[in-house]
Structures are given as structure tokens and as C-alpha cells.
């Protein structure tokens, strides 16, 4: 084992499938074992920390990677191409030699490293904390940052929702540098320009990682992980934030077309939540909101998520008359990653994805929760493969909301190798409907998307 290696090991973050790649690798008509569905016809997209230079293990955090995004293209049951690409940043382009990204900065800028989505005719690298969108051409090489047109006042989020009805983005975005008292509603347009912004005060910086929406509300986290003050102005590159449990609990209904003086906050059990699966309002007019949740988080485990609670499935219904949250638990299993359909975001629903987990966020088996029969099915990829967050891709030719297909990277580690996956939403006891091997390895990174050649068309023929 080498030098480098031998001090790698050191740091969970930076073992098995957690470590890093090196090379960015171009590969063409990728072997197909099953049959992709003729009517996916766009890119699979997956972004994730992965450090351009070896780390320090003893302070690298695994949200902290240099971003790198994992590109496979589909076409008329075809995998034309696999492409992976380092989100370029300053300090990217610097080490690689390469003329400086173009575009405004704001106060924070390093490489986007936590989402990649496709929005207003563009491909977007996604992170938090006070950074810049970074736009990407269909191939995925780094075009520039963008503020959308000069809309944007600071940085974005990693995880902006799309309502599917007007088809508007939406976001809860924070900024450690700068916003301490607030953070921002951003509401963009599909014309890719930031149609509304809503400061919202609150007591302290928490981290927001994730929102939620329903048909009239906003719903913001406000939770107690905070970012440290000694931390965060000595310089050091350790990541700033820690769990603050005298900061309390709470989460706020933001009404869409409201002012930030009509939020309803209702307080919730401490805990922390990075993701939500989904929301709507029920016929008496509550909120029904389901998501993954940590009973503390970033309190000894200074590197990552996994060394101090497990994700619990649980389902919060809120009532903005009363200000009472009930707080139930789904499955006693532990799942992350949650996803839903597009056209149901906002709306009732019947059915969420996510991935089972172990310990240390190992993932697993790619689930699916049916919440009418409280039935929860899982996909087994096999001994030592785990899958990454599925996507569901609704059937166009289907009519129920199951209809389609839960697609994702599964990491192989007897091969040490990746797969990109197609499972049949409908029944995930089946057989894959397709897996395509890969190239190159994929690392457990974090959020990624389907981007049809409908709404990013390809700059150039492949």
C-alpha cells in the first residue's frame, strides 16, 4: 500500500466506493445486457464529491470534494456514450492548467459537487452554501458559472423543486459567508430567470440542505445544525458546520405568494433532515410531509453523516391552524435518498423511492414504499452491490403512477466496479430490465438526475 493510500484508509470517507477517481474517461457504445426502453432517449447524470488531489484524511469531509459528474447518454435502446468530468472550478482549472472559468463569483467559490439537473435549456452543476450554479455544455464540459442572467442576488442550493404544473424551480438557498440572519425563497422561471426572492429571518445559520413544496407552501427546515463561528473563520478547510441541539427544532410554512411575516413555524423533536421525499396538503387543509430523518447529526462524526444516527422513514403532518406537528415512523428500516415522481411533487401520492442503507451509509437495495398499503418492496442488487439514489422515470405510455422505471448506478465491489441499472418501477422483485457496465467507477457521491434530449437538446452530434 503506498504512502497516500495508507493515510486514505485513515478516513471512512475515503474507502471502497467512498474513494476517489482519477482520470476523466470518454467511452462509446457501451454493452447493453437486457433492453433499454426505446422511449429513453437523454442523458443520466450523477454528481459527487471526488477530490482532484489526495486529501488530508484527517480533516476531509466527504461533502467537500471537488465535484465530478457521471454522464451516460440513451438513445433508441442504445448506450451511446459514458463521460465523466470534474466540475472545473478556480482551483480545478489551475491544477489542470486550463484558462480560468468565466462568469460572476460570489464571496464563496469552489467546485458545485452535490447535484447536476437540466433546467431552461441548460445543464446546471448544483451545490450549497453561497456558490454559483456552474453550467455545463451536453457533454459535460464546464461552459461557466451563472447567475442566471444576473438574477440570482447569492448562491444557490443543491436541491431545488420543480413544480410540475407551471414547471417553476424552486429553492431554499443559504449562504455561510454572508447570509447569517436569513436565507432566501428563490423562485426561478423556466425562462432560466429568478422571478422572486423572500428573505426570511431566522435566530441562527442552520444548514438547509433540502425544502419541500405542496400546492401553497414552501416548507423550510430550520434545524439544529449550525455552522461554527471558530471553524469557519480560522481558514481552515474543515467543513463549518456542527450539531447545536440548544438551537431547537422547527419547520416553517412559507406561503408561495406570501411575505416572510406570515411563515407558520411549528416546532419538531430535535433532529436533522437532509432530504424530503415529498409533500401535499390533505383535505383538512395540513400538511403532509414525508422524509428522512437523523436524530442528531455532525456531533462526533466531524467527516460525514454516518457516525451519529441512522435515517429513519418517517412522515410529519403538520397543521398550520394549530401549529402541531404529529411525527410518525414509516419502517424501522433505514432509508436515504428519497425520490418521487416528477408529476407528483407538491401533490398526493402513492408511491416513494429510496435507497436502503446500513451502517456507515452503505447503500443497498433500491426500495419502494407504497404509503396506501404501507407495503415496502426492495430490489436486492446482488452480494456487495449497493445502488446510488434511483430515479423514477415515468412510462409514456403508462397510466398508473408506478408505471416506469427506477434507474441508478449500482457499484459492484468483487468487480470494484459500476453498472448503470433499469429496474421496472412496477415490480422491483423482477430481474433488471437492463444494466449497462461502465468504464469507469462511480463513486457514492450524492444527487443526480434524468435530463431528456427534450428539455437539454445535445450541441453537437455524437
Same mark, same amino acid.
Given at each position: 500500500m503506498t504512502e497516500t493510500a495508507e493515510a486514505e484508509s #485513515?478516513? &471512512?470517507?475515503?474507502?471502497?466506493?467512498? #474513494?476517489?477517481? $482519477?482520470?476523466?474517461?470518454t467511452a462509446f457504445d457501451l454493452e447493453v445486457i437486457g433492453q433499454i426502453p426505446e422511449s429513453l432517449d437523454g442523458r443520466y447524470l450523477r454528481n459527487g464529491g471526488n477530490p482532484i488531489v489526495p486529501p488530508d484524511p484527517a480533516s476531509s469531509h466527504w461533502f467537500m470534494g471537488t465535484g465530478m459528474v457521471h454522464g451516460v447518454r440513451l438513445r433508441g435502446g442504445r448506450a451511446e456514450w459514458y463521460r465523466n468530468r470534474w466540475v472545473r472550478g478556480d482551483d480545478v482549472t489551475e491544477l489542470l492548467g486550463e484558462p480560468a472559468v468565466p462568469g460572476p463569483t460570489r464571496q464563496l467559490d469552489f467546485s458545485p459537487n452535490t447535484s447536476v439537473i437540466g433546467f431552461a435549456g441548460t445543464t446546471w452543476a448544483l451545490v450549497e452554501g453561497g456558490v454559483l450554479p456552474t453550467e455545463l455544455d451536453y457533454e459535460l464540459s464546464t461552459v461557466c458559472r451563472n447567475d442566471f442572467s444576473g438574477t440570482l442576488p447569492n448562491g444557490f442550493t443543491a436541491h431545488p423543486k420543480f413544480d410540475p404544473v407551471n414547471g417553476q424551480m424552486h429553492a431554499i438557498c443559504y449562504a455561510w459567508q454572508d447570509l447569517f440572519d436569513h436565507v432566501e425563497y428563490v423562485v426561478v422561471d423556466t425562462d432560466g430567470r429568478v422571478a422572486k426572492t423572500v428573505?426570511?429571518?431566522? &435566530? +441562527?445559520?442552520t444548514m438547509i440542505h433540502d425544502m419541500a413544496l405542496t400546492e401553497n407552501y414552501a416548507v423550510i427546515y430550520d434545524l439544529p445544525v449550525t455552522v461554527d463561528l471558530e471553524i469557519a473563520l480560522s481558514g481552515e478547510s474543515s467543513f463549518p458546520f456542527r450539531w447545536d441541539p440548544d438551537y431547537g427544532a422547527r419547520v416553517g410554512l412559507l406561503p408561495r405568494e406570501g411575505t416572510a411575516d406570515e411563515i407558520v413555524w411549528c /416546532?419538531? +423533536?430535535?433532529c436533522y433532515v437532509f432530504h424530503s421525499l415529498n409533500a401535499y396538503e390533505d383535505s383538512d387543509g395540513r400538511v403532509v410531509l414525508d422524509l428522512c430523518r437523523y436524530d442528531k447529526m455532525f456531533e462526533r462524526d466531524k467527516l460525514g453523516p454516518a457516525g451519529d444516527a441512522q435515517p429513519m422513514? /418517517?412522515?410529519? $403532518?403538520? *397543521? &398550520? #391552524? $394549530?401549529?402541531?406537528?404529529?411525527? %410518525?415512523?414509516? *419502517? *424501522?428500516?433505514?432509508? %436515504?435518498? &428519497?425520490?418521487?415522481? #416528477?408529476d407528483r411533487v407538491g401533490r398526493d401520492y402513492r408511491y416513494g423511492y429510496t435507497v436502503s442503507v446500513g451502517d456507515g451509509l452503505i447503500p443497498g437495495a433500491s426500495c419502494k414504499i407504497d404509503y396506501r398499503t404501507g407495503e415496502i418492496a426492495y430490489h436486492d442488487h446482488g452480494p456487495g452491490r449497493g445502488t446510488g439514489e434511483g430515479i423514477f422515470l415515468a412510462d409514456p405510455d403508462g397510466s398508473a403512477e408506478d408505471d416506469g422505471w427506477l434507474m441508478s448506478f449500482v457499484y459492484d465491489e468483487a468487480q470494484h466496479g459500476s453498472e448503470l441499472v433499469i429496474l421496472d418501477a412496477r415490480d422491483l422483485s423482477r430481474p433488471p430490465v437492463a444494466r449497462v457496465p461502465l468504464p469507469q467507477r462511480v463513486p457514492y457521491g450524492f444527487h443526480g438526475n434524468w435530463v431528456p434530449d427534450t428539455a437539454v437538446a445535445p450541441l453537437a452530434p455524437s
Open positions: #485513515a478516513n &471512512p470517507y475515503l474507502q471502497g466506493n467512498f #474513494a476517489r477517481v $482519477t482520470s476523466e474517461v428573505k426570511v429571518p431566522l &435566530p +441562527g445559520m /416546532d419538531v +423533536g430535535l422513514l /418517517d412522515r410529519w $403532518t403538520i *397543521d &398550520p #391552524a $394549530t401549529r402541531r406537528v404529529n411525527e %410518525e415512523r414509516v *419502517d *424501522d428500516r433505514f432509508h %436515504e435518498f &428519497p425520490q418521487v415522481s #416528477a
